[in-house]
Nanobody
Framework: QVQLAESGGGSVQSGGSLRLSCAAS????????MGWFRQAPGKEREGVAA???????NYADSVKGRFTISQDKADNTLFLQMNSLKPEDTAMYYCAAGQTSSRAAVARRGYTGMSLWGKGTLVTISS
């Protein structure tokens, strides 16, 4: 059974950093694109960062220059390094896998192209 499990969320002050991890079991990253999504209360889920199986990455405009997605294929782990965090980054963050492109994943409604989801990890940024 394929499973994705996020960790690393927490509460930090504005300007701080967090590193999220997503451990995958039951399949390989080699054939899927992977992404980080977030959803704040009352808002639609949005793609934050995504990476293709060849390592190409794409980011939402709101996080470019602050967030970095990476993966360790040997350990089947996906990461999201988040720096210069802002209160508007507060959300539940989800790891997902799918066969859409990383570019499509961070576009509007990109979450519809992802087929596997973790349960999420909460990120709270205080001002």
């Amino acid at each position: 059974q394929v499973q994705l499990a996020e960790s690393g969320g927490g509460s930090v002050q504005s300007g701080g950093s967090l590193r999220l991890s997503c451990a995958a079991s039951g399949y390989t990253y080699k054939t899927y694109s992977m992404g980080w999504f977030r959803q704040a209360p009352g808002k639609e889920r949005e793609g934050v960062a995504a990476i293709d199986s060849d390592g190409s990455t794409n980011y939402a405009d709101s996080v470019k220059g602050r967030f970095t997605i990476s993966q360790d294929k040997a350990d089947n782990t996906l990461f999201l390094q988040m720096n210069s965090l802002k209160p508007e980054d507060t959300a539940m963050y989800y790891c997902a896998a799918g066969q859409t492109s990383s570019r499509a994943a961070v576009a509007r409604r990109g979450y519809t192209g992802m087929s596997l989801w973790g349960k999420g990890t909460l990120v709270t940024i205080s001002s």
